[in-house]
């Protein structure tokens, strides 16, 4: 059974940083691309990030570009949201999915929800 | 990088068919058949309901259809559900290798 688990997300001041960890079980995580997407509350999803099966394409939404960093650990079956530079904007919960083919998301987390606030 | 335009609400009866559009451009819907749908129940996880315009993924109801016309693509749903009631929500790859999901569409059976 596929299986992602989202973690790391919390309260965070405006400016601060934030890192999330996805664990994946149930397939063979080097085998796809992986990606990032959000949902602010009460608002509608926002995809974040991609990233290809051995880490060397990486794509991002222009509001995060040079401020989040996705990445990736085959050998810990992990993916990664590094997040500078938070905004209160960047308030959501994240969710990770594989990325079973192209604009198809075919298994989801459950969410780890972020906050930004002073 | 603007979120594709979907209708905010869309109701039916019991045993009616729904038709949720997704409006974009040449530069996404398209240009490319790599549309998918996504269904949300308050509080949950999207699940992928259609990919690539109009495919199914395995378990999800055939009552769910999907196809695409210029820079438009459409979900329909027929033999409304009370389990249909949620948001819907369509992707579409861009030409700047990127994911743009639209704005969502609240379904409703009356």
Same mark, same amino acid.
């Given at each position: 059974?596929?299986?992602?688990?989202?973690?790391?997300?919390?309260?965070?001041?405006?400016?601060?940083?934030?890192?999330?960890? *996805?664990?994946?079980?149930? /397939? @063979? /995580?080097?085998?796809?691309?992986?990606?990032?997407?959000?949902?602010?509350?009460?608002?509608?999803?926002?995809?974040?990030?991609?990233?290809?099966?051995?880490?060397?394409?990486?794509?991002?939404?222009?509001?995060?570009?040079?401020? /989040?960093?996705?990445?990736?650990?085959?050998?810990?079956?992990?993916?990664?949201?590094?997040?500078?530079?938070?905004?209160?904007?960047? @308030?959501?919960?994240?969710? *990770?999915?594989?990325?079973?083919?192209?604009?198809?998301?075919?298994?989801?987390?459950?969410? @780890?929800?972020? @906050?930004?606030?002073? | 990088? +603007?979120?594709?335009?979907? %209708?905010?609400?869309?109701?039916?009866?019991?045993?009616?068919?729904?038709?949720? +559009?997704?409006?974009?451009?040449? =530069?996404? &819907?398209?240009?490319?058949?790599?549309?998918?749908?996504?269904?949300?129940? %308050?509080?949950?996880?999207?699940?992928?309901?259609?990919?690539? &315009?109009?495919?199914? %993924? +395995?378990?999800? =109801?055939?009552?769910?259809?999907?196809?695409?016309?210029?820079?438009?693509?459409?979900?329909?749903?027929?033999?409304?559900?009370?389990?249909?009631?949620?948001?819907?929500?369509?992707?579409?790859?861009? +030409? =700047?290798?990127?994911? &743009?999901?639209?704005?969502?569409?609240?379904?409703? &059976?009356?």
């Amino acid at each position: 059974e596929v299986q992602l688990v989202e973690s790391g997300g919390g309260l965070v001041q405006p400016g601060g940083s934030l890192r999330l960890s *996805c664990a994946a079980s149930g /397939f @063979t /995580f080097s085998s796809y691309w992986m990606s990032w997407v959000r949902q602010a509350p009460g608002k509608g999803l926002e995809w974040v990030a991609n990233i290809k099966q051995d880490g060397s394409a990486k794509y991002y939404v222009d509001s995060v570009k040079g401020r /989040f960093t996705i990445s990736r650990d085959n050998a810990k079956n992990s993916l990664y949201l590094q997040m500078n530079s938070l905004r209160a904007e960047d @308030t959501a919960v994240y969710y *990770c999915a594989r990325v079973g083919g192209a604009a198809r998301l075919d298994y989801w987390g459950q969410g @780890t929800l972020v @906050t930004v606030s002073s | 990088q +603007s979120a594709l335009t979907q %209708p905010a609400s869309v109701s039916g009866s019991p045993g009616q068919s729904i038709t949720i +559009s997704c409006t974009g451009t040449s =530069s996404d &819907v398209g240009g490319y058949k790599f549309v998918s749908w996504y269904q949300q129940h %308050p509080g949950k996880a999207p699940k992928l309901m259609i990919y690539d &315009v109009s495919n199914r %993924p +395995s378990g999800v =109801s055939n009552r769910f259809s999907g196809s695409k016309s210029g820079n438009t693509a459409s979900l329909s749903i027929s033999g409304l559900q009370a389990e249909d009631e949620a948001d819907y929500y369509c992707t579409s790859y861009t +030409s =700047s290798n990127t994911y &743009v999901f639209g704005t969502g569409t609240k379904v409703t &059976v009356l």
